[in-house]
């Protein structure tokens, strides 16, 4: 058995959920190119990146992102793009309750119809925005909590908690490959 190898070097894909406008390519743009950029409509062209981090143990972990260019707005396209995920990442944008509500509603979604060991992690986007705030962090805290999911407030602007979410992510992956 190569069980080893194979639990040293994982593979693994990665969607992101959420209201369009939360930053969801943006977050991906900072953390595989390190760029930021306020003024483009940004719209990865390829809908398909992938980055891969090492961690401490020096395992390493390849993340094949798929970032979608609009398809938030159909919740019905959803199931095909989070089939096989090992990760998802919720999304939602700090200034806007609504996007905090639209990030429960693909939390439900992905425990009805994802895959069961599927890792999700909940995070709030624009963390720079802080005289903006209207979700308070003490409610998603909670409301991860209680889900079982990893919590993180990021900003894709400043760069803030951009490299620690993709690395507990990673840290939290089942290491046994069946
Ligand atoms: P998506 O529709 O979820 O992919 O959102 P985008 O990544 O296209 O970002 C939507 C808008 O939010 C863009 O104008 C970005 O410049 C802006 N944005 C994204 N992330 C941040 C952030 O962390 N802070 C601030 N202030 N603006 C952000
Ligand atoms: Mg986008």
Known sequence: SNGATDSKNLKVKLVLLGDSGVGK??????FVRGQFDPTSKVTVGASFLSQTIALQDSST???EIW???GQERY???????????GVAVVVYD???PESFNKAQYWVKELQKHGSPD???ALVGNKADLQDSRQVPIQDAMDYAEKNGMFFIETSAKTADNINQ????IAKRLPRTLS
């Open 67 to 69: 970032d979608t260019a």
């Open 165 to 168: 979410l993709f690395e507990e």
């Open 75 to 85: 919740a019905a396209l959803a199931p095909l793009y989070y089939r096989g995920a």
């Open 118 to 120: 599927i890792v999700m």
């Open 25 to 30: 390519s943006c977050i991906v743009l900072r």
């Open 94 to 96: 700090i200034t806007s």
């Open 61 to 63: 972990v390849k993340f």
